[in-house]
Structure formats: C-alpha cells, structure tokens
C-alpha cells in the first residue's frame, strides 16, 4: 500500500504550523497527534504511581504501562515481556547492558570490540565498563562505502572477546549492518552480541528472534514516540543473571538492614517511578507505524532518497560520505561541499528553513578515521515531501553560486566575518610560539590552534592561528587576535572576560562598543547553535595563556 502524503502529514500537528522542511529525523522524528494525546490523555485518566497502590487508579496505570510492554515486546517479536526494559532512552540502554552485563562476565584481560562507526552512546559505555574491569576495546574498521565483512571480525574476535556491540544502521552512512550474521560470529566464540537499534526500529522491521541478538537498543523519540522513553531488549536467560543497574523503589521484593532481594524481571531494572506516559505514549506511536506498515515506510523513503541521490549527481562538489546507493543510504544522505565548512552549508540551509544537521553526529572516532572534521546530514522519515526534497536540492544547487554571508545587502556582521574568514591577517603558523594551544567545538567539528608570542614583560607580542572551521569561528579568531597584539596578558583576559559578557546579554552598550570590530558578534547570542563557534578562540586562548615552552 502506498502511502497518501497528505492525509499522512494531517496527522501531525506540527507540520500544520510550520512550513519548515524537516530534514533531521536521524536526531528526532515529529509526532503525530495520537501520540501526543496518548500522552496527555495517561495524564488526564490515569495519572497513579503504577505498581504502588491498592486502588484502582493505580491497577489501570499499572495495567496501561504493562500493556505497553507488550506491544513493544510484540513489535520486535521477543519471546517473552520479561526481556523489555523500559528506560530513558537508547543511551540510557547501552549504559544499563555495559554496566551490567560487563560486572557479570568481564574479567582482567578481557575484550570488548565495538566499531568504528558507532555512537558514542554505543561505544562510551564500553570504553567505560573496560577500564573498570581491566579490559580491552577493540575496534573493527569499515570500509570508505561504511561496510563491515564477516571475515574481518573473524580475524578480530580470540576467545578473550566477551561481548561484540555493533550498530545496525549507522547514523552517518544510513547501511544496514548485517548484524545476525555478526552475532552468530560472536556466538561461536563465546561472546554476546550488543545492537544499537536506533535508526533501524523506527525505519524496518525488526526481529530479535530471528536476527539471534542478545541485546537491543532504542529510543522512543526517534520513531514518533515522546522523548524521555527508550527500550533495552535482552535475552531473559542473560537478564536474570545480570546485577542491577540502579537500586531503589520497586526493584525489590524485600529489605532490611542487612540485606536485599531484587524483584524480578522487568522490574530489577526499573528503579523508581516509571514513565507510564511515555511507555503508554509509545505504544501509540507503534500501533501508528504498524498501521502504515514497514512495506509502505521503506518504499517511501527509499523514493525520497533516490530522489535528492539522482540529484546530487550533477553536483561535483557535493561529496557524499558513503556509499551513492539510495538502497544503501535507509533514508540518510551524508555529505560535504568543497570549500565550505558544514556549519555554513547548515546555515545556508536554515536561511532557506530546511532543517538539516551539521557536525559530526556523536560519531567523532568515525569522522577521525574518515579523516573529515565533520559533515552535513539530511535525514528522512517517510512523512517528508517532494517539496521537502526539492527545497534541498534548490538550496544545494545554489550554494555554490553565492558564498555564505554575500549579497547585496548583506549586513555588518556579515561583511566584517567574510573580510576575516576570506583575509584572515594572522592565519599561519608561527616557528617558535611561546605559547600554543588547540581549542576544539565537539558539536561542529571547529579546530583551532593558536599560538602567541608573549615577551618577559607578559605582553603578547604576536599571535596566529591555524586549523578548519566555520566561519564564525575563523573570523573570531583572527579578530581577536588582532585585539589582544601590544596587550598584556591580564588585558586580554579582561578582554575575554568582555566578549562573552556580550555574548551572554551581561555587557553594557558602552562596554559592547569599546570592543570595537569585535562587537559584531554581539547577535551571536540569539543564535545558540552559533555560540560555541564565536567564543572557541577565547576559550582557546585562556588555555594558552596559561601554557608556555
């Protein structure tokens, strides 16, 4: 069945208010209007502490929230209700299995092997749990295209390799992992097998049982569901066994002084309140996908994908991070533009009230090894349109026409930032800096690394820069730069001290003004997403300050 776009985006209101091409559903989706009135309406009829009391409020919240369970446990095809754990997010999941799951089977000398194109949230708890239990993590590399081969894990895997822990759909290069053929690798030699759920749950079907997982991961939020819920799945055999993650109410069947007894499954990992809201609130949201049904989801994605690809073709300088397949991409098409640094090309696009993501997507070791700082990603969810897709395109294929910041009218701010990005006066490297330091944004990828010459009397005598990023970052930077030359160090730190008093709305009109060209950045501030990228050289250079050879 082929999905009707229009009586589809009727469902959601925030499509009936906004005119905003919504390109950045890998981070999160939209949510229809009956989710958003599930929630409410747990809220309105049964807002009672489930499990706690006697009366019948409480038996019908209680009964709601496990009702929820096993529509989870139904769509992803467990065997049993007792292996869905209702927590925070996906994030939250991973951190529950590494804690657990590592305290009952890691030992000294150990292995874990992650990869490198995983989420942080996917491969932090595993460096986490390692060095707690003197482990180690090791990581099996992907192909430029992103693909895995079975043979590589084979050659990796010994038989001090306890737990294998592998995205299934990679949230930078959109591939499907195939995970059941890597679980049954790591299930013959020994070891469990953990799956980020993430991008896959909310885009295909999923079934444990067949896929022979032992652990999966995901969130609510990301498949039309509230934020604040996730899912951990786990084989009920391995879940009895392991400790608990958290200790409080409900998660025991008795205590005294002395002593404890862990209630059972679910319920050893649920400590303390429940979201009954947002369990009942997701199970909504699956009762909505499967009424549309994966079929239709997948087809409609994959047209909107091919759809920007074919595109994307006859720009040579757009370079796509991945494989150019749109049956490899599930919906995500990951990129860079020469010349540009993502968040520019992301801001260019957010002028054009397309929502796309810039950065590296919390898969800073994928970037490493790809050797790109960061990139662009648009993501799409099968309630996208045409439109959607054709305001992308039109803003890709006029990027290259007018640089960032440059037209006509353009303002101060902008002329003052593309003189500094395009004539930076102090972009070099110096051959003896007294002082140096690299100042990184994690958010967008933004490198700095800033050298000063500083005499014996502490006045900075000289200064420079070099490394990638936006041009907000650039330009603020070597503006600084120019403001701290023939300062003493206490000087410029008072000057430091004055630019993010700006920033932060604290700063008197007379103090914004005696900044001087520096003062352009003052509407950063209305721009969050842009704050980090004006202060960074000011940050970098309070580091450096305190450094010297």
């Known amino acids: 069945m082929s999905i009707d776009i229009r009586e589809v985006r009727k469902d959601f209101p925030f499509f009936k208010k906004s005119t905003l091409a919504y390109l950045?559903?890998?981070?999160?989706?939209?949510?229809?209007?009956?989710?958003?009135?599930?929630?409410?309406?747990?809220?309105?009829?049964?807002?009672?502490?489930?499990?706690?009391?006697?009366?019948?409020?409480?038996?019908?919240?209680?009964?709601?929230?496990?009702?929820?369970?096993?529509?989870?446990?139904?769509?992803?095809?467990?065997?049993?209700?007792?292996?869905?754990?209702?927590?925070?997010?996906?994030?939250?999941?991973?951190?529950?299995?590494?804690?657990?799951?590592?305290?009952?089977?890691?030992?000294?000398?150990?292995?874990?092997?992650?990869?490198?194109v995983e989420h942080h949230s996917n491969m932090l708890p595993w460096t986490h749990i390692a060095k707690k239990k003197g482990a180690t993590v090791k990581f099996l590399k992907c192909t430029e295209q992103g693909e895995f081969?079975?043979?590589?894990?084979?050659?990796?895997?010994?038989?001090?390799?306890?737990i294998v822990a592998m995205t299934h759909v990679s949230n930078v290069f959109g591939r499907v992992n195939d995970i059941k053929t890597f679980a049954a690798i790591a299930h013959k030699a020994g070891a469990y097998f953990v799956a980020d759920g993430s991008q896959s749950v909310p885009h295909m079907a999923v079934d444990v049982q067949d896929l022979g997982i032992d652990f999966l991961a995901f969130s609510g939020h990301k498949m039309l569901a509230p934020m604040g819920i996730g899912v951990l799945y786990g084989r009920e055999e391995l879940l009895q066994k392991m400790p608990p993650y958290m200790t409080g109410g409900e998660m025991i069947e008795n205590v005294s002084l002395n002593d404890v007894t862990y209630a059972g499954l679910p319920h050893k990992f649920e400590a303390g309140t429940v979201n009954g809201a947002g369990a009942y609130a997701l199970a909504e949201a699956i009762r909505y996908i499967e009424k549309i049904g994966f079929d239709s989801i997948e087809k409609r994605e994959y047209y909107l994908t091919a759809k920007a690809m074919e595109a994307i073709k006859d720009m040579p300088y757009v370079k796509i991070v991945g494989s150019t397949d749109p049956k490899e991409r599930h919906g995500i098409i990951t990129f860079t533009i020469e010349d540009m640094h993502p968040h520019d090309i992301a801001g260019k696009f957010a002028d054009a009230g397309v929502a796309v993501r810039a950065g590296h997507h919390c898969a800073e070791p994928l970037h490493q090894f790809l050797n790109i700082p960061s990139t662009v990603r648009a993501s799409m969810m099968f309630y996208n349109t045409d439109e959607d897709v054709d305001r992308f395109i039109k803003v890709l294929k006029d990027i290259k026409k007018v640089p960032k910041f440059e037209d006509d009218n353009r303002s101060l701010f902008e002329e003052v930032l593309m003189d500094h990005k395009n004539n930076p006066g102090?972009?070099?490297?110096?051959?003896?800096?007294?002082?140096?330091?690299?100042?990184?944004?994690?958010?967008?990828?933004?490198?700095?690394?800033?050298?000063?010459n500083v005499d014996d009397n502490g006045i900075i005598v000289d200064g420079a820069f070099i490394g990638d990023g936006c041009t907000i970052?650039?330009?603020?930077?070597?503006?600084?730069?120019?403001?701290?030359?023939?300062?003493?160090?206490?000087?410029?730190?008072?000057?430091?001290?004055?630019?993010?008093?700006?920033?932060?709305?604290?700063?008197?009109?007379?103090?914004?003004?005696?900044?001087?060209?520096?003062?352009?950045?003052?509407?950063?501030?209305?721009?969050?997403?842009?704050?980090?990228?004006?202060?960074?050289?000011?940050?970098?250079?309070?580091?450096?300050?305190?450094?010297?050879?």
Not at 64 to 75: I, L
Not at 513 to 530: I, Y
């Open 149 to 162: 081969k079975a043979e590589e894990l084979e050659k990796l895997i010994t038989d001090k390799t306890k």
């Open 426 to 452: 102090h972009r070099f490297k110096m051959i003896k800096p007294t002082n140096k330091h690299r100042g990184v944004n994690p958010s967008c990828g933004d490198d700095i690394y800033l050298q000063l």
């Open 24 to 116: 950045d559903n890998s981070a999160t989706s939209q949510k229809p209007e009956c989710v958003i009135k599930a929630e409410a309406a747990f809220y309105e009829n049964l807002n009672a502490n489930p499990f706690r009391g006697l009366y019948q409020l409480s038996i019908d919240a209680t009964d709601a929230y496990e009702d929820a369970r096993r529509t989870v446990q139904r769509f992803i095809n467990a065997s049993s209700r007792k292996e869905i754990i209702f927590t925070r997010n996906a994030s939250e999941s991973l951190n529950l299995v590494a804690s657990s799951l590592g305290e009952l089977v890691l030992n000294e000398g150990d292995e874990i092997i992650s990869t490198v």
């Open 473 to 549: 970052s650039q330009a603020s930077v070597d503006i600084m730069i120019d403001m701290i030359i023939g300062k003493t160090k206490e000087e410029a730190l008072s000057l430091k001290d004055k630019f993010l008093g700006m920033i932060k709305g604290t700063l008197s009109e007379d103090d914004i003004e005696s900044l001087e060209e520096a003062s352009v950045f003052k509407d950063v501030a209305h721009m969050p997403a842009r704050v980090k990228c004006a202060v960074l050289g000011w940050h970098t250079l309070e580091e450096a300050l305190k450094s010297e050879d």
